[in-house]
């Protein structure tokens, strides 16, 4: 009885995924529809920020930290 329900579970996982796979053909006639041609909003680009100089380097003021 468990072999033939193994039997029936494999024959229907085939079907079901080939029946899948050919399912997905039949959509060639149908096409998405054409892009709009909207205008595009041109900004101009914006200023870099200030160059960051923090970055923990060596200090000659004495103070502790840095490297």
Excluded: W
Excluded at 14 to 24: E, I, K, N, P, R
Excluded at 43 to 63: F, I, L, M, T, W
């Amino acid at each position: 009885m468990t072999n033939l329900k193994r039997k029936l579970l494999a024959v229907s996982m085939v079907c079901l995924l080939s029946g899948g796979a050919f399912a997905q053909k039949r959509g060639e006639d149908k096409q998405r529809p054409p892009k709009e041609n909207t205008p595009k909003v041109v900004v101009q680009p914006k200023e870099k920020p200030p160059q960051n100089n923090n970055q923990g380097g060596k200090r000659n003021d004495g103070k502790k930290g840095g490297g």
